[in-house]
């Protein structure tokens, strides 16, 4: 793996640690931290500051039993959680999303597939698989958009974006991300708010695929 160059924000690893985030952005950050130990050390950073403060607050009085129960919950605060294991190109809390078996991927025209992992009120979260030099067609953001690459790499008007780097695109983000040679581009991507395309064709079949 070439040296991972856009990473998440630090106020997103915050988020995150204080389990405020959305599952679909959970799912990409947990990803991206177990991938990289940048973030894993930042994110430990954050975590560490909240257990602090907890242990803080032994003046008041509560029994042991409530104290050790709270501490115990807060152990697992939030899901989905970093897992340091990869099955091939899937960091762990991919393949606990995907019940550890295989993505069911379905065409999308063009050579590109996705496999949608939750699609729900607060956002939807899928891996995607472009082919080498295939484009996504162009489009903006009405939400945030977190898209984090596995496997090959894809660029856009923004730069270069190869394995284990994360696109963090919003509102003033309008692009076209095309993969780059070599493997196919596969990647996890988290929206809260449907994707706005430019062109007719995607913008009809929209509904139906439900990017
Ligand atoms: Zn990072
Ligand atoms: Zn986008």
Not at 9 to 27: C, E, I, K, Q, R
Not at 109 to 125: A, P
Not at 194 to 199: C, D, E, G, I, K
């Given at each position: 793996m070439t040296a991972i160059t856009h990473h998440i924000s630090d106020a997103m690893l915050a988020a995150y640690a204080a389990g405020n985030l959305p599952t679909p952005f959970a799912l990409v950050v947990a990803s991206h931290v177990s991938l990289c130990a940048e973030c894993r050390a930042a994110l430990e950073a954050h975590q560490a500051v909240g257990g602090v403060m907890l242990e803080d607050?032994?003046?008041?009085?509560?029994?042991d039993t409530l104290r050790s129960g709270v501490l115990d919950m807060l152990d697992d605060p939030y899901s989905p959680e970093p897992v340091y294991e990869r099955t091939g190109i899937y960091p762990g809390p991919i393949m606990q999303a995907l019940k550890g078996k295989a993505p069911r991927w379905k065409s999308l025209g063009m050579g590109v597939r996705q496999s949608i992992l939750s699609d729900g009120d607060e956002g939807s979260v899928r891996l995607l698989f472009i082919p080498p030099g295939q484009a996504v067609p162009e489009h903006s953001h009405s939400g945030l958009e977190l898209t984090l690459v596995l496997q090959g790499s894809f660029s856009d008007e923004t730069g270069y974006f190869g394995v284990g780097d994360v696109e963090i695109g919003d509102e003033a983000l309008e692009h076209t991300p095309i993969a780059g040679a070599g493997d196919p581009c596969i990647c996890l991507a988290a929206t809260d708010a449907p994707l706005r395309f430019n062109a007719m064709i995607p913008r009809l079949l929209q509904p139906f695929f439900r990017i």
């Amino acid at each position: 793996m070439t040296a991972i160059t856009h990473h998440i924000s630090d106020a997103m690893l915050a988020a995150y640690a204080a389990g405020n985030l959305p599952t679909p952005f959970a799912l990409v950050v947990a990803s991206h931290v177990s991938l990289c130990a940048e973030c894993r050390a930042a994110l430990e950073a954050h975590q560490a500051v909240g257990g602090v403060m907890l242990e803080d607050s032994r003046s008041v009085r509560v029994s042991d039993t409530l104290r050790s129960g709270v501490l115990d919950m807060l152990d697992d605060p939030y899901s989905p959680e970093p897992v340091y294991e990869r099955t091939g190109i899937y960091p762990g809390p991919i393949m606990q999303a995907l019940k550890g078996k295989a993505p069911r991927w379905k065409s999308l025209g063009m050579g590109v597939r996705q496999s949608i992992l939750s699609d729900g009120d607060e956002g939807s979260v899928r891996l995607l698989f472009i082919p080498p030099g295939q484009a996504v067609p162009e489009h903006s953001h009405s939400g945030l958009e977190l898209t984090l690459v596995l496997q090959g790499s894809f660029s856009d008007e923004t730069g270069y974006f190869g394995v284990g780097d994360v696109e963090i695109g919003d509102e003033a983000l309008e692009h076209t991300p095309i993969a780059g040679a070599g493997d196919p581009c596969i990647c996890l991507a988290a929206t809260d708010a449907p994707l706005r395309f430019n062109a007719m064709i995607p913008r009809l079949l929209q509904p139906f695929f439900r990017i």
